[in-house]
């Protein structure tokens, strides 16, 4: 049965995890040797680099969007290796962002891909057989599956047969290994925090005649005569297990000698787990980041330091095919990922959890301990910004922003971002894309409380911020002078063709210099939700991340050329933005072929393999088409088109209706209820060269 702090657990997991990824991933390159990190950062105790916002890493693409084929696909007989296959095509632009695209026959998981696309099923695609020992038992294995032990709570055995088939696409032997032991320890430390107990947990699911339990035992058994000196171990793993034994670019069993390593002389304190693992090398993210979801799900949120988790401000960003999905707000997602538990132990789900969950909208209620929703401010020296269960209009939970000293014409703005550029980020880890979780058209609300101190008054104005201008666009505000629960509710404006990445409310002193104002602003339930109706001109778009904003391209080349967003392919070309849950739809867009005989408007995209088209797909021919793994014609119709001539697609998908206008003149109708939401954009599927204007997108 699940316990009763499951969703408590699971979000120490997954933020344990990304502070071990964080930590580790500034020291992960072959040039930081385990000496070099001890000369240059001695005892490690804190985050060893800064970070603007740190970017993504393949650590955290592969535990959420390969666990996606729990959403996708069929598993009534169970899940398959190639249901996770599927997620791997469909979820991954390839060769950009998600994993490391180092070449066939030397990155397993650039190996692995190639093979799917060439035919070759999962486990297939990731076996000895197909790809040779060595390139099957490197470290992937166990990097990408921190998720399938946080939704098998407790079920060691469950959560490692999970593990080894999503982990079997692209490994093979002691990969698998490395699968399972990881996934029963995560599912382990639900009901335990010895770290020995863990570790022995993980054994349970791997033979014991394998390389992975001796290197583990090997272990176990120096720690317990040296249980002092993890260097002295380091020094152990180097010259029996170590690099020179093992090879490949990064072989799963030296690092699972790291693992347990730093998992028994970290003794139970997550944060000298997380240190250790960092300071001993090798492939320093991954092996940080399993042990910190493991402990993160052992210690609980209180074992965390506040060093390693404020910075992370409840945000991580991803690099998968969606802009939308690459926004993740950690405690929502850890909600998602409860939901996923109790489903698979078959358990009925609280109300409260399917309450404050909805796919497709913002909900933050600040219930989880310490939470933030990566709530920002923009003067620290006025403002500063933490949990509290002091006060709350629904729940236990509140943002409380503490507004120090402020006089009138003082102002900060309180506010979360929808929406990245590549200004907020130090590197380009993983070219990770964005596109908008709020658009125009869409109602924020939220709840706030004034507890003053001193003054007289204050003033709130929500405002949204024009990512393309930089402009504050402020919006009717209210003067607060007495205590209670205030609702502030409001439509985001109309941005003319350009996206918001801030929605919040401006704080302004409102009392003369002498009475400053000082107190607690609390807010609650904020909310972003309903339809969008909004326009992306091309012309207010940039290029960053190797994409234009807000698009995610796979495949093709992309320029901005006069006002219109350039697509060059010799087969396969897309682009696409939107919220990924977007149902009923209406869209705008003005196409332009320039050459070949592919130019489309596309509608509820779920990835790379999934979504409908319409639009000019042969010589005086223009058809409706369903991907679905495989392109499928629906409907199709003569159309006599030009080259170089401008055209407005209209393309409505409502239920299962699919109509299809050009110029404003009906051409296709279909019915069709394979896929109920998506992402939108433009698309090509053979040699050419398009014109893509701006798209206008009204939900209906």
Same mark, same amino acid.
């Given at each position: 049965?699940?316990?009763?702090?499951?969703?408590?657990?699971?979000?120490?997991?997954?933020?344990?995890?990304?502070?071990?990824?964080?930590?580790?991933?500034?020291?992960?390159?072959?040039?930081?040797?385990?000496?070099?990190?001890?000369?240059?950062?001695?005892?490690?105790?804190?985050?060893?680099?800064?970070?603007?916002?740190?970017?993504?890493?393949?650590?955290?693409? =592969?535990?959420?969007?390969?666990?996606?084929?729990?959403?996708?696909?069929?598993?009534?007989?169970?899940?398959?290796?190639?249901?996770?296959?599927?997620?791997?095509?469909?979820?991954?632009?390839?060769?950009?962002?998600?994993?490391?695209?180092?070449?066939?026959?030397?990155?397993?998981?650039?190996?692995?891909?190639?093979?799917?696309?060439?035919?070759?099923?999962?486990?297939?695609?990731?076996?000895? $057989?197909?790809?040779?020992?060595?390139?099957?038992?490197?470290?992937?294995?166990?990097? !990408?599956?921190?998720?399938?032990?946080?939704?098998?709570?407790? &079920?060691?055995?469950?959560?490692?047969?999970?593990?080894?088939?999503?982990?079997?696409?692209?490994?093979?032997?002691?990969?698998?290994?490395?699968?399972?032991?990881?996934?029963?320890?995560?599912?382990?430390?639900?009901?335990?925090?010895?770290?020995?107990?863990?570790?022995?947990?993980?054994?349970?699911?791997?033979?014991?005649?394998?390389?992975?339990?001796?290197?583990?035992?090997?272990?176990?058994?120096?720690?317990? %005569?040296?249980?002092?000196?993890?260097?002295?171990?380091?020094?152990?793993?180097?010259?029996?297990?170590?690099?020179?034994?093992?090879?490949?670019?990064?072989?799963?069993?030296?690092?699972?000698?790291?693992?347990?390593?730093?998992?028994?002389? +970290?003794?139970?304190?997550?944060?000298?787990?997380?240190?250790?693992?960092?300071?001993?090398?090798?492939?320093?993210?991954?092996?940080?980041?399993?042990?910190?979801?493991?402990? /993160?799900?052992?210690?609980? *949120? $209180?074992?965390?330091?506040?060093?390693?988790?404020?910075?992370?401000?409840?945000?991580?960003?991803?690099?998968?095919?969606?802009?939308?999905?690459?926004?993740?707000?950690?405690?929502?997602?850890?909600?998602?990922?409860?939901? *996923? /538990?109790?489903?698979?132990?078959?358990?009925?789900?609280?109300?409260? *959890?399917?309450?404050?969950?909805?796919?497709?909208?913002?909900?933050?209620?600040?219930? *989880?301990?310490?939470?933030?929703?990566?709530?920002?401010?923009?003067?620290?020296?006025?403002?500063?910004? %933490?949990?509290?269960?002091?006060?709350?209009?629904?729940?236990?939970?509140?943002?409380?922003?503490?507004?120090?000293?402020?006089?009138?014409?003082?102002?900060?703005?309180?506010?979360?971002?929808? #929406?990245?550029?590549?200004?907020?980020?130090?590197?380009?880890?993983?070219?990770?894309?964005?596109?908008?979780?709020?658009?125009?058209?869409?109602?924020?609300?939220? #709840?706030?409380?004034?507890?003053?101190?001193?003054? $007289?008054?204050?003033?709130?104005?929500?405002?949204?911020?024009?990512?393309?201008?930089?402009?504050?666009?402020?919006?009717?505000?209210?003067?607060?002078?007495?205590?209670?629960?205030?609702?502030?509710?409001?439509?985001?404006?109309?941005?003319?063709?350009?996206?918001?990445?801030?929605?919040?409310?401006?704080?302004?002193?409102?009392?003369?210099?002498?009475?400053?104002?000082? +107190?607690?602003?609390?807010?609650? $339930?904020?909310?972003?939700?309903?339809?969008?109706?909004?326009?992306?001109?091309?012309?207010?778009?940039?290029?960053?991340?190797?994409?234009?904003?807000?698009?995610?391209?796979?495949?093709?080349?992309?320029?901005?050329?006069?006002?219109?967003?350039?697509?060059?392919?010799?087969?396969?070309?897309?682009?696409?933005?939107?919220?990924? !849950?977007?149902?009923?739809?209406?869209?705008?867009?003005?196409?332009?072929?320039?050459?070949?005989?592919?130019?489309?408007?596309?509608?509820?995209?779920?990835?790379?393999?999934?979504?409908?088209?319409?639009?000019?797909?042969?010589? &005086?021919?223009?058809?409706?088409?369903?991907?679905?793994?495989?392109?499928?014609?629906?409907?199709?119709?003569?159309?006599?088109?030009?080259?170089?001539?401008?055209?407005?697609?209209?393309?409505?998908?409502?239920?299962?209706?699919?109509?299809?206008?050009?110029?404003?003149?009906?051409?296709?109708?279909?019915?069709?209820?394979?896929?109920?939401? =998506?992402?939108?954009?433009?698309?090509?599927?053979?040699?050419?060269?398009?014109?893509?204007?701006?798209?206008?997108?009204?939900?209906?």
């Amino acid at each position: 049965m699940i316990q009763h702090n499951y969703l408590e657990k699971v979000y120490a997991g997954f933020i344990g995890m990304n502070a071990g990824i964080r930590l580790g991933a500034p020291v992960e390159p072959t040039i930081w040797t385990y000496e070099r990190i001890e000369r240059t950062y001695g005892d490690i105790t804190n985050y060893v680099k800064e970070f603007i916002n740190f970017a993504a890493d393949d650590d955290v693409n =592969g535990p959420v969007y390969f666990l996606r084929a729990l959403y996708d696909e069929d598993q009534k007989e169970g899940l398959k290796p190639q249901h996770v296959a599927k997620a791997w095509l469909n979820y991954a632009r390839e060769g950009v962002g998600m994993f490391w695209w180092g070449g066939y026959g030397t990155s397993t998981e650039h190996t692995a891909y190639l093979n799917l696309i060439n035919g070759i099923d999962a486990p297939k695609s990731g076996s000895i $057989e197909q790809n040779g020992i060595i390139l099957a038992e490197q470290i992937g294995g166990q990097i !990408f599956i921190d998720t399938w032990g946080l939704v098998l709570p407790n &079920n060691i055995e469950k959560a490692a047969d999970y593990a080894m088939i999503a982990a079997s696409v692209s490994h093979d032997g002691e990969g698998l290994n490395g699968a399972r032991f990881i996934a029963a320890c995560i599912s382990k430390a639900f009901n335990e925090k010895d770290p020995m107990k863990i570790v022995e947990a993980g054994l349970e699911v791997i033979p014991e005649e394998s390389t992975y339990s001796k290197v583990t035992q090997a272990v176990i058994d120096f720690y317990k %005569k040296h249980p002092t000196d993890f260097r002295k171990c380091m020094k152990y793993l180097e010259e029996n297990w170590g690099y020179d034994k093992y090879r490949g670019v990064c072989h799963i069993i030296p690092n699972a000698g790291v693992c347990v390593l730093s998992l028994l002389y +970290g003794e139970g304190d997550f944060n000298r787990t997380i240190e250790i693992a960092t300071m001993c090398g090798w492939d320093t993210d991954c092996n940080a980041g399993n042990v910190g979801t493991i402990m /993160g799900v052992a210690c609980g *949120l $209180e074992g965390i330091k506040s060093c390693y988790r404020n910075p992370i401000n409840d945000s991580v960003v991803l690099s998968g095919i969606s802009g939308y999905l690459n926004i993740l707000d950690i405690p929502t997602y850890s909600k998602e990922l409860a939901i *996923l /538990g109790y489903k698979l132990a078959k358990e009925e789900i609280p109300e409260y *959890l399917k309450d404050s969950f909805k796919e497709g909208e913002i909900h933050f209620d600040f219930e *989880l301990s310490g939470s933030t929703h990566n709530f920002r401010v923009s003067d620290p020296f006025y403002c500063s910004l %933490k949990n509290s269960t002091d006060k709350a209009y629904k729940g236990n939970g509140s943002l409380a922003v503490l507004f120090d000293r402020m006089e009138r014409g003082k102002k900060c703005k309180i506010f979360y971002k929808p #929406f990245y550029r590549r200004t907020d980020f130090s590197d380009e880890r993983y070219m990770p894309v964005f596109s908008p979780t709020a658009y125009s058209g869409q109602e924020v609300s939220m #709840f706030v409380y004034s507890e003053r101190w001193n003054g $007289e008054s204050i003033y709130l104005s929500p405002y949204v911020r024009n990512t393309t201008t930089k402009e504050d666009i402020l919006l009717k505000g209210m003067v607060i002078k007495d205590e209670g629960w205030n609702e502030i509710k409001f439509t985001i404006p109309d941005l003319d063709g350009a996206m918001v990445d801030e929605i919040g409310i401006l704080l302004e002193g409102n009392s003369p210099g002498k009475y400053k104002d000082l +107190g607690i602003l609390y807010i609650d $339930e904020f909310k972003i939700s309903g339809k969008a109706d909004y326009e992306i001109k091309i012309s207010k778009q940039k290029k960053e991340f190797a994409s234009i904003i807000p698009f995610s391209h796979n495949h093709g080349a992309w320029s901005i050329e006069q006002g219109y967003m350039e697509a060059i392919t010799v087969n396969h070309a897309e682009a696409v933005t939107g919220n990924y !849950f977007t149902k009923n739809v209406k869209l705008t867009g003005s196409v332009i072929p320039q050459n070949g005989t592919s130019h489309l408007i596309s509608g509820r995209v779920q990835g790379a393999l999934k979504g409908y088209y319409a639009g000019f797909t042969g010589e &005086n021919e223009v058809s409706l088409c369903l991907n679905n793994h495989g392109l499928m014609v629906l409907a199709k119709a003569d159309y006599k088109w030009e080259l170089g001539k401008e055209y407005i697609f209209e393309f409505e998908l409502k239920d299962d209706s699919l109509i299809f206008s050009i110029d404003g003149h009906k051409v296709l109708e279909a019915k069709d209820s394979t896929l109920s939401y =998506g992402m939108v954009g433009y698309a090509k599927y053979s040699l050419g060269r398009s014109l893509f204007g701006d798209l206008k997108v009204k939900e209906i």
